[in-house]
């Protein structure tokens, strides 16, 4: 079965920094996606890990530890656009499965 | 890049009717198309993969007499709501899978919010 698990909510102001932690134990792995989305909205695809170790992209940056079955989201410099829910996604068997996702709230 | 269309968008039916959902690839053939369920401040559940041609495959404990899902062409899937009852209202998404993609592989709709009332 799969278990993907994630901070229900975090709170943070404006500039700041947040990490959002993920762990998991699947029983196929082909990579971990992160997505954000906005109340009502589709997920919209943030970053892609497969090999360990970290990926920048602007503002947001992804890291993987596949022996440890974990992974994490850090979002720079937030913005107030920013206040979504942030979802942990393994693909295992050519699917996906998603976390419970984590709301994020940036304060001004 | 890809682009996902589902419709409608929103929908509110009377209990005992069915609702039919379309989803769209507009710019690539997904030859696999998915369903999911969203419950308000839940997670994505997966409710079944379409296969272009093929039957779809459930997830356990998703009905397939009550939800019906149909992938007749390359760029079409349809899931259908049968006799919708008032605990079926959710938020539905689909997702495509663009074949000899990696990274952006996955791309989803929109979204449609079902009210049964």
């Known amino acids: 079965g799969q278990n993907i698990d994630q901070p229900t909510e975090m709170t943070a102001t404006e500039g700041a920094i947040v990490q959002i932690n993920c762990t998991y134990q699947?029983?196929?792995?082909?990579?971990l996606f992160w997505y954000q989305q906005h109340a009502g909205e589709a997920p919209t695809f943030l970053s892609y890990?497969?090999?360990?170790g970290l990926e920048e992209k602007g503002r947001f940056s992804s890291f993987l530890s596949r022996s440890k079955g974990y992974s994490y989201l850090l979002l720079k410099e937030l913005q107030m656009k920013d206040s979504a829910s942030y979802l942990c996604a393994v693909e295992g068997d050519y699917k996906l499965s998603f976390g419970a996702g984590t709301t994020v709230t940036v304060r001004a | 890049g890809a682009v996902v269309s589902q419709h409608p968008s929103r929908v509110i039916c009377k209990s005992g009717t069915s609702v039919k959902i379309e989803c769209r690839s507009l710019d690539f053939q997904a030859t696999t198309m998915f369903w999911y369920r969203q419950f308000p401040k839940q997670s994505l559940m997966l409710m079944a993969t379409s296969n272009e041609g093929s039957k779809a495959t459930y997830e356990q404990g998703v009905e397939k007499d009550k939800f019906l899902i149909n992938h007749a062409s390359l760029t079409l899937s349809t899931l259908t709501v049968t006799s919708a009852h008032p605990e079926d209202s959710s938020f539905y998404i689909c997702s495509a899978l663009e074949p000899g993609l990696r990274v952006y592989a996955y791309t989803f709709g929109s979204g449609t919010r079902l009210t049964v009332v």
């Open positions: 699947t029983s196929g792995f082909n990579g």
């Open positions: 890990n497969v090999l360990d």
